[in-house]
């Protein structure tokens, strides 16, 4: 018997009892409608590469616990792609550290770096382990928000700055950004580089979307700044980039010293994770520039038919500059549709409505009001399934 005075679950963790996406799926599947809520892809990644994962598994690699900081193999090769695509160098023996998925290495980094009463700055929205990390590691989070402006979500760098205190530790960075798209500009990194070094900071970027970005925009790695090598812990996945994000292998880069920090809380949460998979991202690492390019221009093909129809079924589209998510303001479809600008309630009544199901970004948001108007699509599906989907939005508007 537990005492009736006390809740079960601890106060660090009250606020996070269940997520969205949990209510959002389960309303999906009752309602028969279309899942354009979590943002998973309904098509599997290469063939060649699921392959690899098979023999691996036959021939017995990675059955058993693999090595602490992963395999070797798939150290070489997370550190031979970032030399090829962004010239950063780093040892594969020091400077690398094979996490299950992202979501760990996000948690590990926050555990290691964060001593309860630190500040940790993040961009409102943001992905919903970011709060709930910073949360467990005893940190308070200190959201900078990211404001609609020309069709995008912007940072304010004045807020940035005015954000940091004596108590300030790190700054946990997202480049492209989900759930709104923006990719942050050479300038802008530019100038959370030189607050990082002139206020001593450390940073965790989180980059697991690096591959997706579209038009002109260019995603440029954080530790590639001046000053940032030495106080940038970088994070990487093979979960968005291949299609494969039941696969859970992510990473971290940085210096040994901080590598090894995040290990020692890695090393107690999943020790090791997914050791065939790891062969196998391996060889997905190494995959020519081909595999990249098509990937990308897949995914372009699909933000266009989603940011497209979703315009002409009245919603206003912040065309995502990376990422497979749309956000949209839901007001523009006046004041009963969008249940008085209510992204919450629209959500909910959504399914029932249009057999779509989509995500409140208010979730994302400390200042939920500022979210309150704001829905985000995943298009990181079949391009039936977005025509689909977008047919029946346009019938609720017309
Ligand atoms: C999906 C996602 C992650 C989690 O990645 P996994 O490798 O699946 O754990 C982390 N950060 C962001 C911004 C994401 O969208």
Not at 176 to 188: I, W, Y
Not at 199 to 223: M, Q, S
Request: charged share 20%; net charge negative; with cysteine.
């Amino acid at each position: 018997m537990t005492s009736s005075a006390r809740p079960l679950l601890n106060r660090r963790l009250a606020e996070f009892g269940t997520t969205i996406f949990a209510e959002m799926s389960a309303l999906a599947l009752r309602t028969g409608s279309i899942n354009l809520g979590q943002g998973f892809p309904d098509t599997d990644g290469p063939e060649e590469i699921r392959e690899a994962a098979v023999r691996a598994l036959r021939d017995g690699r990675g059955n058993q616990y693999p090595p602490g900081p992963g395999v070797p193999e798939l150290r070489t090769a997370i550190t031979a792609h970032q030399e090829r695509r962004y010239g950063l160098s780093y040892d594969p023996d020091a400077e690398v550290l094979v996490t299950a998925g992202a979501t760990e290495a996000i948690a590990a980094a926050l555990l290691a770096l964060v001593e309860p009463g630190d500040e940790v700055i993040a961009f409102e929205p943001y992905y919903d382990s970011y709060a709930a990390c910073i949360a467990m590691a005893g940190g308070t989070r200190v959201p900078v928000t990211l404001r609609p402006a020309d069709g995008s979500f912007r940072l304010d760098l004045d807020e940035l700055r005015a954000a940091v205190t004596d108590r300030t530790r790190l700054l946990l960075i997202n480049t492209p950004h989900n759930p709104t798209g923006t990719v942050l500009t050479r300038e802008e990194l530019t100038a959370i580089a030189e607050l990082a070094v002139e206020r001593d900071l450390l940073v965790i970027t989180d980059e697991v979307y690096e591959h997706l970005v579209f038009d002109a925009a260019e995603h440029i790695p954080l530790a590639t700044f001046p000053g940032m090598r030495g106080r940038t812990v970088s994070i990487g996945s093979a979960g968005k980039t291949f299609s494969f994000t039941g696969w859970k292998v992510g990473w971290v880069t940085g210096t040994p010293d901080l590598v090894t920090a995040v290990r020692s809380a890695k090393q107690f949460l999943t020790y090791v994770a997914s050791g065939p998979f790891q062969y196998a991202v391996a060889e997905a690492l190494s995959l020519p520039d081909s595999y990249f390019d098509a990937f990308r221009a897949d995914m372009l093909a699909k933000r266009d038919v989603l940011a497209t129809g979703l315009t002409e079924a009245g919603f206003e589209v912040f065309r995502p500059a990376g990422t497979y998510f749309v956000t949209t303001d839901i007001r523009p479809l006046g004041p009963d549709l969008s249940q008085n600008g209510d992204g919450f309630a629209f959500c909910r009544a959504l399914p029932e409505l249009a057999g779509v199901v989509a995500i409140p970004n208010a979730v994302f948001y400390d200042h939920r009001e500022a979210g309150a108007p704001f829905v985000r699509f995943a298009f990181c599906k079949r391009v039936s399934v977005l025509e689909e989907a977008v047919g029946r939005l346009k019938k609720l508007a017309g």
